[in-house]
């Protein structure tokens, strides 16, 4: 039996598309899959992370160069939510942090979703604003992102 870290990296390449590091964290870009937000959550946590929390246009500058390095054209899941409180956006994994940064697409304008839409994607269409989405879609391809503190 393979340890547990040599399956995990045999893994890695099925699941994401491409890696950076930036600042000691690590962004993972994963492959494109069903809309399913439980899973997506729960495979950033297998890898010791989260989706991923754009806490400022920094940390936003450098998600958006990731992406365009991946050449990723599909939505991309984040981690922030309002399935708790509607209209009121958390961090999924950060829950009692304040939401400091939400840059969404003015162009519909978002959120329109309401109860409905929960969940978050950046539109590969709309230059990686932020747009209100389900949390499972099965009809959604759509890539997510994880964010690996100290990796
Ligand atoms: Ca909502
Ligand atoms: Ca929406």
């Not at 995990?8 to 399913?36: I, Q």
């Not at 806490?55 to 450098?62: K, L, Q, S």
């Not at 899941?77 to 840059?103: I, M, P």
Request: with cysteine.
């Amino acid at each position: 039996m393979t340890s547990l870290n040599l399956r995990l990296d045999a893994f890695d390449n099925t699941l994401f598309y491409s890696t950076v590091m930036e600042n000691r964290t690590k962004y993972m870009v994963s492959r494109p899959f069903l809309l399913n937000t439980a899973i997506a959550e729960s495979l950033c946590q297998l890898y010791g992370g989260y989706l991923v929390e754009i806490n400022d246009g920094h940390e936003y500058t450098v998600v958006k160069r990731v992406l365009e390095g991946a050449k990723a054209n599909d939505d991309v899941l984040v981690g922030v939510t309002d399935e708790f409180q509607e209209g009121v956006w958390r961090y999924r994994e950060h829950k009692t942090q304040t939401v400091t940064f939400l840059l969404w697409d003015n162009s519909k304008p978002e959120p329109d979703g309401g109860a409905a839409e929960n969940c978050a994607t950046l539109g590969a269409d709309v230059g990686w604003k932020l747009q209100d989405r389900k949390c499972y879609d099965n009809t959604a391809h759509v890539r997510f992102m994880c964010e690996v503190e100290n990796a």
